[in-house]
């Protein structure tokens, strides 16, 4: 039997239903789309949000602080290799020079990167001597360790974390640091080598007197900031020094040495042992005190 056929007017009566369904679930789907877009929008504009708001928070956070006893981005040497204290500065923030000497004390001042092969041969040469020196109260020494040569350690950026390293020692074992100073000369590894890692640091700064605070310091490169700026003050010229002679614009390369203000430019010869003379050295700091030759 077959079944009835609609009449016409059914026929367009059930057209209009089945086009307003369609109408309808188009319209569904076309607000429910609309919806999801909106949504990712959203999610994409707090993601933008977000990430320029950390941007802006790091670009204005205040700087971290500098080591103390480092105020002149160096450390200040007198007798008894006691440590002269200064308060910290911000990392960022232009050195101020270090307290002055009593009259006849000489004051000599050193820039050094400890992967400088040419720093420890005047270390060598001349380190008796200093030490005889600050032994006598005829001078201070105040050590600027800086990092020019980061790239030159197979990627473990060791000049940078020895100076660092450094400032560690600075902060909390003052009194150590030219002890430390010393082993990181007398154990320098090669230019192009890995260097030192952080535990053999934290070894030779606790040999050279440095407590337990130094290990999450040198671990954590908690003066990495401020090794790099002290750096860029040096070489281009921020630098404070007592009566500073105004030639000395600044650091072009280590070691640099500065008596009483007035830089010094040692004689080198590579092929002789030592490299450096240490009565050119002597001559000059009895002429920074006005000792007559």
């Given at each position: 039997?077959?079944?009835?056929?609609?009449?016409?007017?059914?026929?367009?009566?059930?057209?209009?239903?089945?086009?307003?369904?369609?109408?309808?679930?188009?319209?569904?789907?076309?607000?429910?789309?609309?919806?999801?877009?909106?949504?990712?929008?959203?999610?994409?504009?707090?993601?933008?949000?977000?990430?320029?708001?950390?941007?802006?928070?790091?670009?204005?956070?205040?700087?971290?602080?500098?080591?103390?006893?480092?105020?002149?981005?160096?450390?200040?040497?007198?007798?008894?290799?006691?440590?002269?204290?200064?308060?910290?500065?911000?990392?960022?923030?232009?050195?101020?020079?270090?307290?002055?000497?009593?009259?006849?004390?000489?004051?000599?001042?050193?820039?050094?990167?400890?992967?400088?092969?040419?720093?420890?041969?005047?270390?060598?040469?001349?380190?008796?001597?200093?030490?005889?020196?600050?032994?006598?109260?005829?001078?201070?020494?105040?050590?600027?360790?800086?990092?020019?040569?980061?790239?030159?350690?197979?990627?473990?950026?060791?000049s940078l974390r020895a100076a660092n390293?450094?400032?560690?020692?600075?902060?909390?074992?003052?009194?150590?640091?030219?002890?430390?100073?010393?082993?990181?000369?007398?154990?320098?590894?090669?230019?192009?080598?890995?260097?030192?890692?952080?535990?053999?640091?934290?070894?030779?700064?606790?040999?050279?007197?440095?407590?337990?605070?130094?290990?999450?310091?040198?671990?954590?490169?908690?003066?990495?900031?401020?090794?790099?700026?002290?750096?860029?003050?040096?070489?281009?010229?921020?630098?404070?020094?007592?009566?500073?002679?105004?030639?000395?614009?600044?650091?072009?390369?280590?070691?640099?040495?500065?008596?009483?203000?007035?830089?010094?430019?040692?004689?080198?010869?590579?092929?002789?042992?030592?490299?450096?003379?240490?009565?050119?050295?002597?001559?000059?700091?009895?002429?920074?005190?006005?000792?007559?030759?």
């Amino acid at each position: 039997m077959n079944a009835q056929r609609p009449s016409r007017n059914e026929a367009r009566e059930l057209a209009r239903e089945k086009a307003q369904k369609m109408r309808l679930a188009g319209s569904s789907r076309e607000k429910r789309n609309r919806i999801f877009v909106q949504l990712g929008l959203g999610v994409l504009a707090l993601a933008v949000i977000g990430a320029l708001t950390a941007v802006i928070l790091t670009a204005f956070q205040p700087a971290g602080p500098g080591p103390l006893n480092m105020q002149s981005d160096g450390i200040k040497i007198s007798t008894g290799n006691v440590a002269v204290p200064t308060p910290a500065n911000p990392s960022d923030a232009s050195p101020v020079a270090s307290p002055a000497n009593d009259a006849g004390v000489v004051d000599i001042t050193l820039y050094v990167d400890y992967l400088c092969p040419i720093c420890r041969q005047f270390e060598e040469a001349n380190k008796e001597a200093i030490a005889d020196l600050l032994a006598r109260g005829a001078a201070t020494i105040e050590i600027h360790p800086i990092a020019i040569l980061t790239n030159r350690s197979q990627g473990t950026q060791y000049s940078l974390r020895a100076a660092n390293a450094a400032a560690c020692v600075a902060n909390d074992y003052p009194d150590s640091f030219l002890n430390f100073h010393n082993a990181l000369f007398d154990n320098q590894p090669q230019e192009d080598t890995p260097g030192w890692t952080d535990e053999e640091l934290i070894g030779f700064a606790t040999q050279s007197g440095a407590g337990p605070k130094v290990e999450a310091c040198i671990n954590d490169l908690q003066f990495e900031d401020w090794v790099k700026a002290s750096t860029e003050r040096a070489i281009s010229g921020d630098i404070a020094i007592n009566n500073k002679d105004k030639k000395f614009e600044g650091v072009t390369g280590t070691p640099t040495i500065v008596i009483n203000g007035m830089q010094f430019n040692p004689s080198y010869d590579p092929t002789a042992t030592p490299q450096f003379s240490v009565e050119e050295f002597l001559r000059a700091v009895l002429t920074a005190a006005g000792v007559q030759q």
